[in-house]
């Protein structure tokens, strides 16, 4: 994890009010958000390498889909799902700084 | 893709974990087959092979868990908070709610009057007098969507019976959310639904844009079996809410959207973003439709029939019927002298459907356990 952006270990909830056309903002998960009936995806960088994504559920609850991420040398983070639950995919961490995570769409 | 930090072979303790392992596999395949039960019978019904036997509205008894944290006092919501959700959802399950009149007009001929309404319990799960509403204070500061506060043993509340009340958890949540639902075929233990405190009800503690009590109305709808109008297929259009008189449509929707709006070539009308199962704001979701109503009426007189029996045995009924023939046998010649058949229907409706579930969990506890069964 030696190349993770400093700060990105934690657990991150989207913040989608704040988003642009290109990029996606996310903070930490006790960031007091505002009630919003659409469920906020999360992302969740643990130290040991896991990867714990939280996505919409039927049920109006967030469901986990837990994987591993690993910091690319060009800054990005890789995502795999060794379960075969889900597709591998980059997330694109812009900055990271003050409590604010921010990602390319 | 390369893999990386691959898990430590397990080195102790494997007896156990495999134990836990075959337990969730067989809570998951025992939710499986109850839910693959359950859509079967919403395919029938849909499909005309089964028709409702409803012909009244039905009143179910609801029991409201409110757990507070006393350093919140505002978090005890008031009675009358509590009583504006039940005069809320009165109206949106028998389309009696004064903003139906804006569905547009080519959907107006969908609009259905589900025939179901609530009230606060009059009896507890003993028999006793109740008004229906339980406090309960904890030291939690909020809850998550993990079923914490359906268990005093994790600060919450416990449920009652949830074959015989609906039971409706109140308090404060974490992560934003507005509110969950379980669908029917889960553990009975855990089934009912969970409302933010400022998502509940049209007073107190109710804060805009969620302050018209359609969240419950919405959550309702889940323990109903209703899916998000959109099929939760992430704006694939792939997947829709399997049922056929709501168009299919990419994603959810928020806030209050502009008619027509339109996803998934489902134009000229586009998406039916004022159903209560979309995710717009309180004040722009204002209709269930007729297929929505077959499919809620397919899980009232299936899994949820015990509601509908529960009900006939707390209508008032002469003081000799004692027993549950008896009772059954007294409320049509008092009330409904039409429905005695009904009743006797869905009883061994219920019967029938409780032994097919049975006869699916032996099959798939066979299927891990390698037992036929012979």
């Known amino acids: 994890m030696n190349d993770a952006p400093p700060g990105v270990i934690g657990a991150w909830l989207h913040s989608f009010e704040e988003d642009t056309e290109t990029t996606a903002v996310y903070r930490p998960r006790d960031h007091p958000f505002r009630p919003a009936r659409r469920v906020r995806r999360g992302l969740e960088f643990r130290a040991d390498g896991t990867y714990v994504e939280l996505r919409p559920g039927p049920d109006d609850r967030p469901r986990e889909m837990v994987g591993r991420w690993r910091a690319q040398p060009d800054g990005r983070i890789q995502v795999t799902f060794p379960q075969g639950h889900g597709r591998p995919y980059e997330l694109n961490v812009l900055s990271c700084v003050d409590g604010v995570l921010t990602v390319a769409k | ?374």
Not at chain 2, 205 to 227: C, K, M, N, Q, V
Request: net charge negative; aromatic share 6%; hydrophobic share 35%.
């Open chain 2, 1 to 374: 893709m390369t893999e990386y930090g691959s898990p430590q072979p397990p080195s102790r303790d494997l007896c156990a974990t495999m134990l836990v392992h075959r337990q969730l596999l067989n809570e998951s395949m025992t939710y499986r087959s109850r839910r693959a039960a359950i859509e079967n019978r919403a395919l029938q019904y849909e499909r005309g092979r089964r028709a409702s036997l409803r012909t009244e509205v039905v009143t179910l008894p609801v029991v409201v868990h409110v757990v507070y944290n006393p350093k919140t006092p505002e978090l005890n919501i008031g009675d009358a908070q509590i009583h504006s959700q039940i005069e809320v959802l009165n109206k949106d399950f028998r389309a009696t709610n004064s903003d139906v009149g804006n569905v547009p007009a080519v959907w107006k001929p969908l609009v259905a009057d589900i025939k179901v309404e609530f009230q606060l319990a009059t009896l507890d799960p003993n028999g006793e007098p109740t008004d229906g509403i339980i406090r309960v204070p904890t030291d939690q500061l909020s809850f998550s969507w993990d079923n914490g506060v359906k268990a005093s043993a994790t600060g919450g509340s416990d449920p009652w019976p949830s074959d015989q009340y609906l039971n409706m958890w109140v308090c404060q949540l974490g992560g934003s959310l507005l509110g969950y639902a379980q669908f029917p075929g889960g553990p009975p233990q855990t089934d009912g639904v969970v409302i933010l405190h400022s998502a509940f009800g049209t007073t107190g503690t109710a804060a805009a844009p969620f302050d018209g009590g359609r969240t419950a109305t919405h959550e309702i709808g889940h323990w109903l079996d209703l899916y998000h109008i959109w099929g939760d297929d992430d704006g694939a259009c792939t997947s829709d809410d399997k049922v056929a008189d709501t168009p299919n449509q990419a994603d959810s929707n928020t806030g209050v959207p502009t008619f027509p709006r339109i996803t998934c070539d489902n134009g000229p009308h586009g998406d039916m973003f004022m159903n209560y199962m979309d995710y717009t704001d309180d004040a722009a979701m204002f209709m269930f439709t007729q297929g929505q109503a077959t499919r809620m009426n397919a899980c009232l007189e299936g899994t949820r029939a015990s509601l509908l029996v529960g009900q006939v045995m707390r209508m008032p009924a002469p003081a000799a019927a004692t027993s549950p023939a008896a009772a059954v046998a007294a409320v049509p010649a008092q009330q409904q002298p039409a429905h005695n058949g009904e009743v006797e229907r869905l009883l061994h409706d219920s019967e029938r459907l409780t032994n097919e579930i049975l006869t699916d969990i032996r099959s798939a506890l066979g299927l891990v356990t390698g037992d036929t069964g012979k």
